[in-house]
């Protein structure tokens, strides 16, 4: 690959619990966004990958999901793509225009993440998780314990597991949770805005030990979409801020369970071909569908050492404007997490710290910034990773 790729617009709806609105009324807004942030017809867009994970347990939409969402949008007659990877879905279908742009077979490529989640019965939307793990695989006996929730059960073993080796204490988790919350105050797209404490988030209910519920993200809705577009184009477009793609790397997970995991694979991919090293990073979305994934992934990106990674969060070096802001949306726990919706999410974020329009979750100079999602579970390790690597 040679072609070098930009992104040339974004759009995004807000997250959040929205009964009445559909995963076409979402993408139909998020596209017309980034349409328009590009300055963009939707005729100029040669490919299209869709990325939606869970229409079919909630609203039985199969097999032409994209073309279904949008039927509307100017999009129909080029070729839709499909696309369906657990919690990284929107990350892959980043990853998939990237690449096409990158290989130059197409010039200018449009990447939609888009989830309804929420459902009268709640039920349903929970059993929308339980397609993420190999269900010919017996499960852990730890997972369906009484949470309800299959994957914090899974994270909540991982958690323990994490918490023996490190010292790491739930009260760490809880400032991932008040940190969080603090920079979702400050995004209009947030799914919950209002700060917490430390000191609220350790009293309240129990989900999975030690997970409370603050700590675990939630069910929701939303949509987001990402312009890619050749070196070529972004030449041509009058309303072009450069942001460029320097690397994207997928994997999936290793049957080996003595190999690294997934991300911290897809990381050392990511920054070997993007010619830079963890330190060079300012700012990051990573995946923290429970508090402690956060912390966690601060050791799989090497943001720090082993063991590291409460000490970093205690310094203040990654909150708003540190050091390595991480999560500056608020994360999969505050902006929200609609499955699909979730990579897209991450890079409407990153572009926005690149280009210096966060406001007052603007990280100073952002000119590097990295997303890394995961998403569902076999063996012991995520079925598949992103991680994406972006630069001004």
């Known amino acids: 690959m040679t072609d070098r790729v930009a992104i040339a617009g974004i759009g995004m709806t807000s997250f959040g619990k929205f009964l009445d609105r559909s995963v076409k009324s979402l993408s139909e807004e998020a596209v017309r966004m980034a349409l328009e942030d590009a300055g963009i017809d939707a005729d100029k867009v040669d490919r299209v990958y869709f990325g939606n994970s869970a229409s079919g347990v909630i609203t039985g939409q199969e097999m032409i999901r994209g073309q279904a969402a949008l039927r509307n949008?100017?999009?129909?007659?080029?070729?839709?793509?499909?696309?369906?990877?657990?919690?990284?879905?929107?990350?892959?279908?980043?990853?998939l225009a990237w690449q096409t742009v990158a290989s130059g077979q197409a010039d200018v490529v449009l990447a939609v993440g888009a989830e309804k989640l929420s459902h009268a019965d709640k039920t349903v939307s929970i059993a929308a998780f339980g397609g993420a793990v190999d269900k010919e695989e017996e499960l852990p006996s730890h997972v369906g314990s009484g949470s309800g929730s299959i994957f914090m059960d899974i994270y909540a073993e991982r958690t323990?597991?994490?918490?023996?080796?490190?010292?790491?204490?739930?009260?760490?988790?809880?400032?991932?949770?008040?940190?969080?919350?603090?920079?979702?105050?400050?995004?209009p797209f947030a799914q919950f805005r209002k700060e917490t404490t430390v000191e609220e988030v350790l009293a309240s209910r129990m989900i999975s030990e030690p997970l409370t519920l603050p700590m675990c993200s939630a069910i929701g809705d939303g949509a987001a979409a990402v312009?890619?577009?050749?070196?070529?184009?972004?030449?041509?477009?009058?309303?072009?801020?450069?942001?460029?793609?320097?690397?994207?790397?997928?994997?999936?997970?290793?049957?080996?369970?003595?190999?690294p995991n997934a991300s911290s694979r897809a990381a050392k991919v990511a920054y070997e071909a993007a010619s830079i090293g963890p330190e060079d990073v300012h700012v990051a979305e990573v995946h923290d569908a429970s508090a402690p994934g956060e912390l966690i992934n601060y050791e799989v990106m090497q943001f720090c050492?082993?063991?590291?990674?409460?000490?970093?969060?205690?310094?203040?070096?990654?909150?708003?404007?540190?050091?390595?802001?991480?999560?500056?949306?608020?994360?999969?726990?505050?902006?929200?997490?609609?499955?699909?919706?979730?990579?897209?999410?991450?890079?409407?974020?990153?572009?926005?710290?690149?280009?210096?329009?966060?406001?007052?979750?603007?990280?100073?100079?952002?000119?590097v910034a990295l997303a890394q999602n995961s998403g569902g579970q076999v063996g012991g390790d995520s079925a598949a990773a992103v991680v994406s690597i972006l630069v001004a």
């Open 227 to 259: 312009i890619l577009c050749s070196a070529r184009v972004a030449s041509k477009l009058s309303r072009f801020r450069p942001v460029w793609v320097a690397s994207s790397a997928l994997v999936s997970g290793s049957a080996d369970p003595t190999k």
């Open 305 to 367: 050492a082993p063991g590291g990674a409460a000490e970093l969060l205690r310094s203040g070096a990654t909150d708003l404007g540190g050091r390595i802001s991480v999560n500056p949306s608020g994360g999969l726990l505050s902006r929200g997490h609609p499955i699909g919706a979730t990579g897209t999410a991450q890079i409407f974020e990153l572009v926005h710290q690149l280009r210096g329009e966060a406001g007052a979750r603007q990280r100073k100079s952002a000119k």
């Open 160 to 187: 323990r597991r994490y918490m023996d080796a490190t010292g790491t204490t739930p009260a760490d988790f809880a400032r991932i949770t008040v940190k969080s919350r603090h920079a979702a105050s400050l995004n």
């Open 73 to 95: 949008t100017g999009l129909m007659g080029k070729p839709i793509i499909n696309v369906e990877n657990a919690c990284a879905t929107g990350s892959t279908a980043f990853h």
